[in-house]
């Protein structure tokens, strides 16, 4: 159907008009230079409207080669009469291979500052524009990653952050498949049948998977869909991708601490009422080894003393339940943490030679800001991690204390690591849970109690473990000036 061509505009006024049609539409000069594009086409191309304005316009789409010439060569024309064609070219749309085949109609005209020529573009496979339709949808301002794929299962386009979970860049899957999206992702045992469900178009939605981007361990759920045309045919799909990473740890620390209510809980209501009888016992049993003493009864004697043993690991098990229910309010204030550890020193040596184990203390940045904490809090943690350290290491071996300014994330990092056989993997992600311990005479609570007690002061505490030993790294906001 004819459309009529102004040609008594003044460019600025026809550029205008072009930029409001809702059809991709391109204004070319009378040298075949692109003066004027739409959004539509601008999307279209997949590229920047400053990387298409003054360029050629066969840089962008093929034509027949007589067409070709028209344009270039309109200067001079008188003939206007057959000012209106419909030919078929391709564009030469960025990442897209083959380039898509589109009908173009070619309206020319003269205004008042030259030749110009309208070239208004319908796409021959409609699906094409019905999927870039929903691309352009589904990917405007989306914290959710998105891919979409054309019916033949290439990459029609792509998210930031669906690139940012992937580990990739936009222009290096563009037209690849669902394969190449993954080239720099650690695969799990999940990913063959994520892959399998994608290549033989199983659709799917909640596929829980993981994997390892460079150090980054990402928790994704995955949808992927079909994309239907109003007709029924199917025109392409997408794959949307759920980060769910920081949910799957705030789901573990809330399960942990819903642990730790409940087992403070328990020891508010029954710890001071198990201590006053055992108190008593303990009285009684340390008269009744003076007695058997007096009387020579060793093997009795020795009996008694097991007892007391046992009484005063059950004490020290209530102290630690005590500390959890009713843990002492913390007094938050600047804390020098060099001047924490220089004082601890003294006991973390004296542990360390009776295991015939070196301490070695490592400052490896001058002039360390504070943190703000409560320092009789954090001598509990230190000493305790160290303490574990030393005893997993049993006799001999080299414990390391490191401190560590790491200025990007305003942070101040202590690390405690021995050479010990390191932890389990299977206990890597119990250790902080109440009453898990690898210890024989452990109580599994010192790890718990000092996780509460560095988040309490806005840090974190995270373990890495080896053949090469076990390091733990606790992490404080520092006060930054």
Request: glycine residues 8%; proline residues 4%; hydrophobic residues 40%.
């Amino acid at each position: 159907m004819p459309i009529a061509f102004h040609l008594d505009m003044e460019l600025d006024q026809l550029t205008s008009w072009v930029e409001r049609m809702p059809q991709a539409v391109m204004l070319v000069d009378d040298q075949g230079g692109v003066v004027a594009v739409n959004h539509q086409l601008v999307n279209t191309l997949r590229s920047e409207r400053d990387e298409i304005l003054g360029r050629p316009c066969t840089r962008f789409v093929t034509l027949p080669q007589e067409v070709e010439k028209y344009i270039t060569q309109t200067e001079g024309t008188t003939d206007i009469e057959n000012r209106m064609l419909s030919v078929h070219g391709n564009l030469q749309v960025k990442g897209l291979s083959p380039p898509p085949p589109v009908v173009i109609q070619l309206i020319s005209g003269r205004s008042r500052s030259g030749w110009y020529h309208l070239l208004l573009f319908t796409f021959e496979s409609q699906p094409l524009t019905i999927v870039q339709q929903h691309a352009e949808a589904l990917l405007s301002d989306l914290c959710v990653g998105v891919v979409v794929f054309d019916r033949a299962g290439s990459v029609v386009e792509i998210n930031l952050a669906a690139c940012e979970l992937l580990g990739i860049r936009r222009q290096q899957v563009l037209g690849e498949t669902v394969r190449d999206l993954f080239c720099n992702v650690n695969p799990v045992a999940s990913q063959s049948t994520l892959f399998d469900q994608c290549t033989q178009g199983e659709f799917f939605r909640n596929f829980s998977t993981a994997w390892e981007v460079a150090d980054n361990h990402i928790e994704a759920v995955i949808d992927y869909q079909p994309i239907d045309h109003t007709s029924g045919d199917r025109v392409g799909s997408y794959l949307m991708i759920r980060d769910v990473t920081d949910l799957h740890t705030l789901e573990m620390q809330l399960r942990r601490t819903d642990r730790l209510a409940m087992i403070g809980q328990i020891a508010a209501g029954t710890a001071h009422e198990i201590r006053n009888p055992l108190t008593s016992i303990k009285g009684f049993l340390q008269v009744m080894k003076h007695a058997l003493r007096e009387k020579g009864d060793l093997k009795e004697q020795g009996y008694t003393e097991i007892m007391l043993r046992e009484i005063d690991r059950i004490n020290d098990l209530l102290s630690e339940f005590l500390l959890m229910s009713k843990p002492r309010s913390a007094r938050m204030y600047p804390v020098q943490v060099i001047d924490v550890l220089q004082e601890l020193l003294p006991l973390i040596e004296n542990e360390a030679i009776l295991h015939n184990t070196e301490v070695r203390y490592e400052e490896l940045e001058d002039d360390l800001p504070k943190i703000m904490a409560d320092g009789e809090l954090l001598k509990q943690v230190f000493l305790n991690l160290c303490k574990n350290g030393i005893e997993a290491m049993g006799d001999g071996g080299v414990l390391t204390i490191r401190i560590r300014w790491l200025k990007e994330e305003e942070q101040l990092g202590i690390e405690v690591a021995d050479v010990g056989p390191g932890i389990p993997t299977y206990a890597l992600e119990k250790i902080f849970d109440p009453f898990f311990t690898t210890k024989e005479t452990g109580t599994g609570l010192g790890l718990s109690v000092c996780q509460r007690i560095v988040h309490d002061m806005g840090g974190t505490i995270h373990v890495s473990s080896g053949d090469w030993g076990t390091t733990f790294t606790v992490l404080i906001p520092a006060l930054v000036k």
